[in-house]
């Protein structure tokens, strides 16, 4: 169903398609979210800003890892939301003499609209056009995602850092790939070997689910490759100590979080970022005690003992997309 925005009084009677809306507004509303995002960020918590108070060892910062600095639509849905509420509260601010109907399915958006009506005693009709599930925090789920990680990668064989040695590293995704006789070809490599020579490459590889290849082990189904030392996972360099490690360092974020942080949306005078936190809650309790921080965790340690226990490289290759590729490697 198309959400809608209808906007009348005893003279004229208009309705606005929400999506076009944001289309036609889309610079301007991804400016006040980029803007609000940074506040965010540098908003101060007993003395610091919010993303000092993630700082780490070496120079990381999980903050700059968090889901809401990332701003990736496939992981957090609710930017949708937060920019069709941008989208929504210029209307409503627009037309405050006018009576006003949300046709919405948009639980978040709803919710968050709903709460601006009554904290501002307006007079504003919902709609509900259907009925779609609202994903909300769950500990409980980040626990059980954490231990299930260590159990997935528990059994995993152990790879010699000699393996990495060779003279060219390439990191990047284990996805866009072909595979033909007995052998993974990646296509964003597509034409490497006539620059470097194949035998004088290592791959170090990010692994990511499919429906054919749901872990590293299926691997061995359908390719030798893996037997060899062309191909390593990152996760084949993860170690009891690591994981312990990073348990400990999670637990005193977890800490932190409830005696300095939580509930720091109440303390903000800036109408916007409020709800801008209140609706990407889920991602921020995902980044900052969920199964997100503790996986963020790893990936820093793994990266950390690689980098320090292989030689230093004369060229290298990266292609991460993501944010530990991007601040962290």
């Given at each position: 169903?198309?959400?809608?925005?209808?906007?009348?009084?005893?003279?004229?009677?208009?309705?606005?398609?929400?999506?076009?809306?944001?289309?036609?507004?889309?610079?301007?509303?991804?400016?006040?979210?980029?803007?609000?995002?940074?506040?965010?960020?540098?908003?101060?918590?007993?003395?610091?800003?919010?993303?000092?108070?993630?700082?780490?060892?070496?120079?990381?910062?999980?903050?700059?890892?968090?889901?809401?600095?990332?701003?990736?639509?496939?992981?957090?849905?609710?930017?949708?939301?937060?920019?069709?509420?941008?989208?929504?509260?210029?209307?409503?601010?627009?037309?405050?003499?006018?009576?006003?109907?949300?046709?919405?399915h948009d639980k978040l958006l709803i919710n968050s609209l709903k709460d601006y009506s009554n904290k501002n005693k307006l007079?504003?009709?919902?709609?509900?056009?259907?009925?779609?599930?609202?994903?909300?925090?769950?500990?409980?789920?980040?626990?059980?995602?954490?231990?299930?990680?260590?159990?997935?990668?528990?059994?995993?064989?152990?790879?010699?850092?000699?393996?990495?040695?060779?003279?060219?590293?390439?990191?990047?995704?284990?996805?866009?790939?072909?595979?033909?006789?007995?052998?993974?070809?990646?296509?964003?490599?597509?034409?490497?070997?006539?620059?470097?020579?194949?035998?004088?490459?290592?791959?170090?590889?990010?692994?990511?689910?499919?429906?054919?290849?749901?872990?590293i082990q299926n691997i061995n189904k359908y390719s030798n490759l893996s037997k060899t030392n062309n191909l390593q996972f990152?996760?084949?360099?993860?170690?009891?100590?690591?994981?312990?490690?990073?348990?400990?360092?999670?637990?005193?974020?977890f800490f932190k979080f409830f005696f300095e942080i939580k509930n720091f949306e109440d303390k903000t005078k800036n109408e916007?970022?409020?709800?801008?936190?209140?609706?990407?809650?889920?991602?921020?309790?995902?980044?900052?005690?969920?199964?997100?921080?503790?996986?963020?965790?790893?990936?820093?340690?793994?990266?950390?003992?690689?980098?320090?226990?292989?030689?230093?490289?004369?060229?290298?290759?990266?292609?991460?997309?993501?944010?530990?590729?991007?601040?962290?490697?």
């Amino acid at each position: 169903m198309i959400e809608k925005v209808l906007i009348y009084n005893q003279k004229l009677s208009k309705e606005i398609i929400l999506k076009d809306y944001v289309e036609k507004q889309s610079d301007h509303l991804k400016k006040k979210y980029l803007d609000l995002v940074y506040d965010l960020s540098n908003f101060k918590i007993k003395n610091k800003i919010l993303k000092n108070h993630y700082n780490i060892f070496k120079n990381h910062n999980l903050w700059e890892m968090s889901l809401i600095q990332e701003k990736n639509t496939l992981k957090s849905k609710s930017i949708f939301s937060i920019i069709k509420f941008f989208a929504c509260y210029e209307l409503i601010n627009q037309n405050k003499k006018k009576k006003i109907t949300f046709f919405l399915h948009d639980k978040l958006l709803i919710n968050s609209l709903k709460d601006y009506s009554n904290k501002n005693k307006l007079s504003l009709n919902f709609e509900i056009i259907s009925d779609s599930p609202q994903q909300l925090f769950s500990f409980l789920n980040s626990f059980l995602s954490i231990i299930k990680f260590n159990i997935k990668n528990f059994f995993l064989k152990r790879k010699n850092f000699k393996n990495l040695d060779s003279e060219t590293l390439i990191m990047s995704y284990f996805a866009h790939y072909k595979f033909n006789k007995n052998e993974f070809k990646f296509l964003n490599w597509k034409g490497i070997e006539n620059v470097i020579d194949k035998k004088k490459i290592s791959w170090l590889q990010i692994f990511i689910p499919n429906q054919k290849i749901k872990t590293i082990q299926n691997i061995n189904k359908y390719s030798n490759l893996s037997k060899t030392n062309n191909l390593q996972f990152i996760e084949n360099y993860l170690n009891l100590k690591i994981k312990f490690k990073a348990f400990l360092i999670y637990m005193k974020f977890f800490f932190k979080f409830f005696f300095e942080i939580k509930n720091f949306e109440d303390k903000t005078k800036n109408e916007l970022l409020y709800y801008l936190i209140k609706i990407q809650k889920k991602d921020i309790l995902d980044s900052l005690i969920g199964f997100h921080l503790y996986q963020n965790l790893i990936w820093i340690l793994v990266f950390e003992s690689i980098f320090s226990n292989i030689k230093k490289k004369s060229l290298d290759c990266t292609y991460l997309k993501i944010k530990i590729g991007k601040k962290h490697l």
